[in-house]
């Protein structure tokens, strides 16, 4: 049982380049979601999805798409980076709408854009 | 890159004392209450919940507060460990409404010398 998986760890892309950042979970949950975390500040949320086929928009969704084909896998796109997007990004999975108690997160992927 | 630790407010204790880390809230309808721990390059962990209704809740070695007069929440943390050392963020929710509205605050370190 692996939890929630991120890959890759890290990554460093030029200004423009396009890349998806993996997300997968082993658990069942309904519920995923991506935040990213920058220096000094808590986590935001960019998109989440409450189910196969269903996504919606969190606090910070400008340049980021998401897509949910499968329950296991929830894919974020960066269509064409840009310096401000260099963070820390987590994925998270639950089985509650409330992203409590039953909320885990991965170990993060974190992006640096040149 | 820079260290998400960075900026923030720290709390250095001593191996064996107990600590106190506070948080202040911003939405008086906020009913649900979580605090998370992260250590360095890993992702949040779920350390303790509580709801509204509820004025204290305690876990193992963990005690979380809430007063909502004031719109306070603190995490007490018993005969702190060197593992304890971590940023902790609490994180706020409105009723059912989901991923959408869990607000995460900017965080504090906690540092304990052995």
């Known amino acids: 049982n692996a939890g929630v998986t991120q890959t890759p760890k890290f990554q460093v892309l030029k200004t423009g380049q396009s890349m998806t950042l993996q997300c997968a979970q082993d658990?069942?949950?309904?519920?995923m979601s991506w935040y990213r975390q920058d220096p000094g500040m808590g986590l935001r949320l960019i998109h989440y999805?409450?189910?196969?086929?269903?996504?919606d928009q969190g606090e910070v969704p400008n340049g980021y798409n998401v897509s949910r084909s499968t329950t296991e896998d929830f894919p974020l796109r960066l269509l064409s980076a840009a310096p401000s997007q260099t963070s820390v990004y987590f994925c998270?999975?639950?089985?509650?709408?409330?992203?409590?108690?039953?909320?885990?997160f991965g170990q993060g992927t974190r992006l640096t854009v040149v | 890159g820079e260290s998400v630790g960075l900026h923030l407010p720290t709390l250095s204790v001593q191996e064996g004392d107990n600590s106190i880390i506070n948080c202040a809230y911003s939405?008086?309808?906020?009913?649900?209450f979580i605090w998370y721990k992260q250590e360095s390059g890993k992702g949040p962990q779920f350390i303790i919940d509580i709801r509204s209704n509820m004025d204290k809740r305690q876990g193992q070695r963990v005690t979380v507060l809430l007063n909502k007069t004031v719109k306070h929440l603190s995490l007490q943390i018993a005969a702190t460990q060197p593992g304890d050392s971590a940023v902790y963020f609490c994180a706020e929710n409105i009723g059912d409404s989901g991923y959408s509205t869990l607000t995460f605050g900017k965080g504090t370190m906690l540092l304990v010398s052995p």
């Open positions: 939405n008086s309808a906020s009913d649900y």
């Open positions: 999805s409450v189910g196969a086929g269903i996504t």
């Open positions: 998270a999975s639950s089985y509650s709408i409330r992203g409590g108690t039953e909320a885990f």
């Open positions: 658990m069942n949950h309904e519920y």
